[in-house]
């Protein structure tokens, strides 16, 4: 069977499967055909329906040294900062307020934040909005963490897998840091009850073909809710500085793919895409993206959670976010609802 029928009609692809389709990746009429078909599924299941998160980066401290992020430990330029307690709860009240019914709380893995002020702070945001879910994305954490936090009321969890090969991992991240713990750390959030979202950096230093293959035979494995891939994007204050940035056009295609294989998947068109190109995030909601993620922290911190150069969104207030997001997605013929957007299962 032809490659590209296969992945549309079984929605699976073998490691050689997919390398044998990303040799077709020039070739317009599968790409165009791909596309179409990848829209189609997304339209069965999800129609016109495109989701919001609201994110709330509340810290940048990290104890990570990651090569290629701006925030990494080493990085002596960056100026620190922690959203208190107050400050992330004045955030979801603004965000309820303007329609969005999950909020993500992101940062750096910050010692400071325990497992407890971590607990404290996913009751609180869940008894002030109780219909709204709540995602965490700060790391790898033990199961036991994973449990106080899901247990306090946590629903979802985002930790890119970022490659699933070990010696990709291991150019693109310290020695102290193991792609078999992160790969664990998966397993027992999905476990546990999480809605799991894994991804990687599309075009990461080193990354081969047969990596990205591997990406996707991991994430048929994995089988997470969510996937959230984005272009590379050099940070100046890495030592990446002076790596091509990844494709844009390359990540469209990955995310129609993505879309065949996990039909129902929550797919986010990302920031960095739209840092790359000023439509980008358009042009990922008409690849088979479903999700967006506009920016709810306070202004004056936006700067300084700066993972790669450029990144766009960092001078507006949210609620000029939302509406020129509400507007992009319009006019990709989609429509920005509110609602907490969970995966269908
Ligand atoms: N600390 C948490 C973690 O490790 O999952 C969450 C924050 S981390 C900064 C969020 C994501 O940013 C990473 O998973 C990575 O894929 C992405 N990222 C970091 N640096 C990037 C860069 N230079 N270009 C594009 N994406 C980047």
Same mark, same amino acid.
């Given at each position: 069977?032809?490659?590209?029928?296969?992945?549309?009609?079984?929605?699976?692809?073998?490691?050689?499967?997919?390398?044998?389709?990303?040799?077709?990746?020039?070739?317009?009429?599968?790409?165009?055909?791909?596309?179409?078909?990848?829209?189609?599924?997304?339209?069965?299941?999800?129609?016109?329906?495109?989701?919001?998160?609201?994110?709330?980066?509340?810290?940048?401290?990290?104890?990570?040294?990651?090569?290629?992020?701006?925030?990494?430990?080493?990085?002596?330029?960056?100026?620190?900062?922690?959203?208190?307690?107050?400050?992330?709860?004045?955030?979801?009240?603004?965000?309820?307020?303007?329609?969005?019914?999950?909020?993500?709380?992101?940062?750096?893995?910050?010692?400071?934040?325990?497992?407890?002020?971590?607990?404290?702070?996913?009751?609180?945001?869940?008894?002030?909005?109780?219909?709204?879910?709540?995602?965490?994305?700060?790391?790898?954490?033990?199961?036991?963490?994973?449990?106080?936090?899901?247990?306090?009321?946590?629903?979802?969890?985002?930790?890119?897998?970022?490659?699933?090969?070990?010696?990709?991992?291991?150019?693109?991240?310290?020695?102290?840091?193991? @792609?078999?713990?992160?790969?664990?750390? *998966?397993?027992? /959030?999905?476990? !546990? &009850?999480?809605?799991? +979202?894994?991804?990687?950096?599309?075009?990461?230093?080193?990354?081969?073909?047969?990596?990205?293959?591997?990406?996707?035979?991991?994430?048929?494995?994995?089988?997470?809710?969510?996937?959230?891939?984005?272009?590379?994007?050099?940070?100046?204050?890495?030592?990446?500085?002076?790596?091509?940035?990844?494709?844009?056009?390359?990540?469209?295609?990955?995310?129609?793919?993505?879309?065949?294989?996990?039909?129902?998947? @929550?797919?986010?068109?990302?920031?960095? *895409?739209?840092? /790359?190109?000023? !439509? &980008?995030?358009?042009? +990922?909601?008409?690849?088979?993206?479903?999700?967006?993620?506009?920016?709810?922290?306070?202004?004056?911190?936006?700067?300084?959670?700066?993972?790669?150069?450029?990144?766009?969104?960092?001078?507006?207030?949210?609620?000029?976010?939302?509406?020129?997001?509400?507007?992009?997605?319009?006019?990709?013929?989609?429509?920005?609802?509110?609602?907490?957007?969970?995966?269908?299962?």
């Amino acid at each position: 069977m032809d490659i590209s029928k296969k992945l549309v009609e079984t929605h699976s692809l073998t490691k050689e499967e997919c390398l044998e389709l990303f040799s077709l990746f020039n070739n317009s009429e599968v790409m165009e055909y791909l596309k179409e078909e990848a829209v189609k599924v997304r339209k069965q299941y999800y129609g016109t329906k495109v989701f919001t998160r609201g994110l709330i980066e509340f810290t940048n401290y990290c104890k990570n040294n990651c090569y290629y992020c701006g925030i990494r430990r080493d990085n002596r330029n960056v100026e620190r900062y922690r959203l208190s307690e107050e400050e992330i709860l004045a955030c979801c009240a603004n965000g309820e307020k303007l329609g969005f019914r999950t909020f993500v709380l992101q940062g750096g893995e910050d010692p400071w934040y325990t497992q407890e002020r971590i607990a404290d702070i996913v009751k609180k945001i869940k008894k002030a909005h109780p219909d709204c879910a709540i995602t965490l994305s700060v790391g790898e954490k033990s199961k036991e963490i994973y449990k106080a936090w899901k247990e306090a009321g946590a629903d979802r969890y985002l930790l890119r897998h970022e490659t699933a090969n070990t010696s990709h991992y291991h150019m693109l991240h310290p020695e102290s840091m193991h @792609l078999s713990n992160r790969k664990q750390c *998966l397993y027992d /959030l999905k476990e !546990l &009850g999480y809605q799991v +979202g894994a991804g990687f950096m599309v075009g990461s230093p080193g990354q081969t073909w047969e990596h990205l293959a591997e990406d996707l035979v991991f994430l048929q494995e994995l089988q997470p809710q969510m996937v959230g891939i984005g272009p590379f994007i050099p940070h100046h204050d890495t030592k990446f500085a002076k790596e091509e940035a990844g494709s844009v056009d390359l990540t469209l295609k990955l995310l129609s793919v993505l879309r065949l294989l996990l039909p129902k998947v @929550l797919l986010p068109a990302t920031t960095a *895409l739209g840092t /790359l190109d000023p !439509l &980008g995030r358009e042009k +990922g909601l008409s690849a088979g993206a479903n999700v967006v993620m506009p920016n709810l922290s306070p202004v004056e911190n936006r700067k300084q959670y700066e993972l790669y150069d450029n990144k766009i969104c960092t001078g507006d207030e949210a609620a000029k976010c939302k509406n020129c997001l509400s507007a992009r997605v319009r006019s990709a013929g989609y429509e920005l609802v509110e609602d907490r957007g969970d995966y269908i299962g």
